[in-house]
C-alpha cells in the first residue's frame, strides 16, 4: 500500500513539474491565440519558412490569412490580408518600450515592407505611379495612425519575485535578446513570403494581387511603456503598442520599414476587432476604386512595356 501511495505521489509530483515548465513556454499561448483566430482566419502553426540569412528552414508560430465574406468586384486586383504572429511568455522578464511621439502624417513609406502589390510601379526616376496611389489610400484606413507615440527602443529587465506582495530583486545582468529575435523572424518571415509569392504571380499580367501583412509579437508577462524626463524613467503599463523597425531584404537587397504591433495576451481579443476594422476598411476602399485603380494598372503597364520595348 505504501509502495502504491509512493507511486502515486511521484506521478502527481511529475506531473505538476511538467504543467509547471510548459506553461513557462510560448506554446499554450500559441493555441490560445490560434483558437481565438479560427472563427474569422484560416490558421497555420508553425508555418515553415527558409531563413536566407542564416541558410536554413525556420518556422513562424502562426500564419493567418483573413476569410473574406465580400469579393465581389475584385477580379481584377485580388486582396490578401494575413498576419504573421510571434507568441512569447515571461513570468520572470519584464519588457520595456521606449517611445517618441509618432507623426500623425502617416504614410505607407511606414509599412513598405508590409504592403506589396504587383501593379507595376514607374520607370526609374519617374514619381507617383498607380502603385503608389493604391498604398496610399489603403494607408488611411489602418490602425497604425491612430496612435500617438511609438517605441523606437526596447529592454528586457530580469525580475526575481520575492514575495505575495509583488516585491522583486531586479537583475541588471544581460544576455537574453528575446524581442530581437522575434522581430527578426518577423522580417524574414514576410521578405520571404513577398517574393515568393512575386515568383508565383506574373508581375507583367492581370489579375493583380495586393498583399498587406500585419506583423504582431503577443507577450504573456510584464508589458511597459517607458518615458525618460529629466533624467528620470516613468513607466506605464501597456496592454498594446507599437515598434518601428527597418530591415535589409536578403533578397532585393532593400531597406524595408515594418511597423509591428506589441499586444498583450489579455488584450488580443479585443485586438482583433482592430484588425477587422483595418481589412474592412481596405476592402471597401478597393472595392469603391477597383476599377480606377485596374484601369490605371493596366495603362501604367502597357506604357512600361512600350518604353521597355
Not at 479585443?270 to 476602399?285: A, V, Y
Request: hydrophobic letters at 35%; one cysteine or more.
Amino acid at each position: 500500500m505504501a509502495e502504491k501511495e509512493s507511486k502515486t505521489d511521484e506521478k502527481k509530483n511529475l506531473e505538476e513539474y511538467l504543467r509547471a515548465k510548459i506553461s513557462e513556454s510560448g506554446y499554450p499561448l500559441e493555441i490560445e491565440i490560434s483558437g481565438l483566430l479560427d472563427s474569422e482566419y484560416f490558421v497555420n502553426n508553425t508555418y515553415y519558412y527558409f531563413d536566407k540569412e542564416a541558410e536554413s528552414g525556420r518556422s513562424i508560430d502562426i500564419y493567418a490569412f483573413a476569410k473574406f465574406s465580400d469579393r465581389t468586384g475584385l477580379d481584377k486586383i485580388m486582396p490578401f490580408c494575413n498576419l504573421v504572429i510571434e507568441c512569447k511568455k515571461s513570468n520572470s522578464y519584464s519588457w520595456i518600450f521606449f517611445t517618441r511621439p509618432y507623426n500623425k502624417d502617416f504614410r505607407f513609406e511606414d509599412i513598405s515592407g508590409q504592403i506589396k502589390s504587383s501593379v507595376p510601379k514607374p520607370m526609374f526616376g519617374e514619381m507617383g505611379g498607380v502603385d503608389a496611389l493604391i498604398r496610399s489610400a489603403l494607408c488611411s484606413d489602418l490602425h497604425y495612425a491612430s496612435f500617438e507615440r511609438i517605441a523606437i527602443a526596447y529592454d528586457e529587465i530580469k525580475t526575481n519575485k520575492q514575495d505575495s506582495k509583488c516585491a522583486v530583486n531586479v537583475d541588471s545582468s544581460r544576455g537574453r535578446n528575446e524581442i530581437f529575435e522575434a522581430i527578426m523572424q518577423l522580417h524574414k518571415f514576410i521578405c520571404f513570403q513577398v517574393h515568393r509569392l512575386e515568383e508565383n504571380f506574373p508581375i507583367d499580367d492581370e489579375p493583380d494581387f495586393l498583399m498587406i501583412f500585419m506583423p504582431i509579437l503577443v507577450f504573456d508577462g510584464n508589458l511597459f511603456e517607458a518615458f525618460p524626463n529629466s533624467g528620470m524613467i516613468d513607466l506605464q503599463r501597456r496592454k498594446h503598442l507599437l515598434i518601428k523597425t527597418n530591415f535589409l531584404c536578403p533578397y532585393c537587397k532593400k531597406i524595408e520599414t515594418f511597423t509591428i504591433d506589441v499586444v498583450h495576451r489579455s488584450y488580443f481579443h479585443d485586438f482583433m476587432q482592430i484588425l477587422k476594422n483595418d481589412f474592412q476598411g481596405s476592402l471597401k476602399t478597393l472595392q469603391i476604386n477597383h476599377e480606377h485603380f485596374a484601369e490605371r494598372a493596366k495603362n501604367q503597364r502597357t506604357e512600361l512595356k512600350r518604353q521597355k520595348s
